[in-house]
């Protein structure tokens, strides 16, 4: 199975790959979360405070983007949104897809974070005079974001890996590179499990990142 | 002098306070007891305004606020309020993601705006008041109950509070890290400030209480100093404080 030719393939088509890792997946997932992020406080802070009229709003997007599929919600942007007379090339696409994506995902994450912080450390807040903005600045999102920082990992991860998916609306991004070499080589086993290995060292990087971070959190703690 | 005229709560159809009328002497010490479910707590929570009363009127040292269902207080009002009242809960409710110094300068720093440097030096003072001062940079949990308790009196102190208000403080304790909390409470009750406490610990109450208000059903059922309750001729009064010697 890997005779030589196998060998010059994989050897031939490593950078082949990585390069569009590097210049399209890393930062379609970096840009993607860092929107997704912004989407997932803004969602989170408004259903925790109840702010009126855009709580409703708020729970229906979670409901909608977490009931239907990725790659549904990908089609039905790049693919469906031109017959509504909105054109969007398949980048920016991909990116407000993932963004509204794990922006979903991550706000039930930071809404859970934000609930585990103690009434009672809230209260005491409170009882110094401090009002609704001191208290969630000063006491609630500190610890709320030590507390979100293991599941936020868990979204950053499977986003790189969801990356993938905008093959199908023609990012040139590693898998659709990858399709393209399979295709032309007649060698998908070894091409796949190639492109496979490439996104386990990413996820690789980004648990040691995640241990780091981790660590540099519990030492601010004594 | 805080005054409280004809204050009540309900929650849906339970009246948990219930015209509630008193007069709380500056610079003296006030018990509050009574069965649970009477009232203590929540009436505390309503001088600190961490509960809301539906109706009647608080006035701390000419500082008036009445309440109105219809009417919402303003909220500029509840916080300037809250900045005058010192609350010690139960169970602590410490800042678990701030040092202890951290702790203590948190209301002075973001409410009063006080220099950190100033605040520090300030809070060092209380923390040596309540003997912790080497404690200084650890972290709550790396306190002991009765230790946490101690800097939850030093941040309520910190603000410089016109009455401080403390919740069954000692419920959450055992008894050997109780003695450490009560005896500060004592020192600051010689010092003559303003206290308002909920407690079950008839001794103590009878100690340190300059009066004391017996309530149940929400309603004040007596008040007066420990001899004037006990000699009330109250059978279910004298009962309670029988019990809970």
């Known amino acids: 199975m890997l005779n030589e030719r196998v060998l010059n393939i994989l050897q031939e088509s490593f950078f082949k790959i990585l390069i569009p890792g590097i210049t399209y997946t890393i930062p379609l997932t970096l840009v993607s979360f860092a929107f997704g992020l912004l989407i997932a406080i803004v969602v989170a802070l408004i259903q925790v405070g109840h702010v009126r009229i855009l709580t409703p709003i708020a729970r229906f997007y979670v409901w909608v983007i977490r009931g239907t599929p990725l790659l549904v919600q990908i089609f039905i942007i790049f693919y469906g949104l031109p017959n509504a007379g909105i054109v969007l090339n398949a980048l920016p696409a991909a990116i407000i897809a993932f963004s509204l994506n794990v922006g979903a995902y991550a706000s039930e994450t930071l809404r859970a974070a934000i609930l585990s912080v103690p009434l009672g450390q809230i209260e005491a807040g409170y009882s110094l005079g401090m009002n609704y903005f001191q208290v969630l600045r000063r006491i609630i999102l500190p610890q709320a974001f030590k507390v979100s920082v293991p599941p936020l990992f868990n979204s950053f991860i499977s986003l790189v890996k969801d990356t993938s998916l905008a093959a199908n609306i023609t990012v040139t991004e590693m898998f659709m590179v990858t399709q393209r070499i399979a295709a032309k080589t007649f060698e998908p086993l070894a091409l796949y499990c190639e492109v496979a290995f490439i996104y386990l060292i990413f996820c690789t990087v980004l648990t040691k990142v995640q241990n780091i971070a981790e660590r540099k959190l519990k030492l601010e703690q004594g | ?245």
Do not use: W
């Open chain 2, 1 to 245: 002098m805080l005054q409280i005229k004809s204050l009540s709560k309900h929650y849906d159809d339970l009246k948990v306070l219930d015209q509630i009328n008193l007069e709380i002497e500056s610079n003296k010490t006030t018990v509050i007891i009574g069965p649970s479910g009477s009232g203590k707590t929540t009436l505390l929570r309503c001088l600190n305004l961490l509960t809301v009363p539906d109706a009647g009127e608080i006035d701390l040292n000419g500082f008036s606020l009445t309440f109105d269902k219809n009417h919402k207080v303003q909220k500029k009002k509840i916080l300037d309020f809250r900045k005058k009242t010192g609350m010690v809960f139960q169970s602590f409710n410490l800042f678990s993601h701030r040092t202890v110094i951290e702790n203590i300068i948190e209301g002075p720093v973001t409410v009063l705006k006080k220099k950190k440097s100033e605040a520090i030096e300030d809070g060092m003072v209380l923390l040596k008041k309540v003997g912790l001062e080497e404690k200084a940079n650890q972290y709550p949990r790396q306190l002991s109950g009765g230790q946490q308790q101690r800097v939850a009196i030093a941040r309520a102190l910190a603000m410089k509070p016109e009455v401080l208000l403390f919740d069954e403080p000692t419920s959450a304790l055992d008894p050997e890290l109780e003695i450490e909390v009560l005896e500060i409470i004592r020192t600051l009750a010689k010092e003559h400030y303003t206290i308002v406490i909920v407690t079950h610990k008839m001794g103590f109450a009878k100690e340190v209480g300059d009066k004391i208000i017996f309530l149940e059903n929400g309603k004040v059922l007596s008040q007066g100093s420990y001899s004037e309750l006990y000699n009330s001729g109250n059978e279910r009064i004298s009962r309670f404080l029988n019990t809970l010697q």
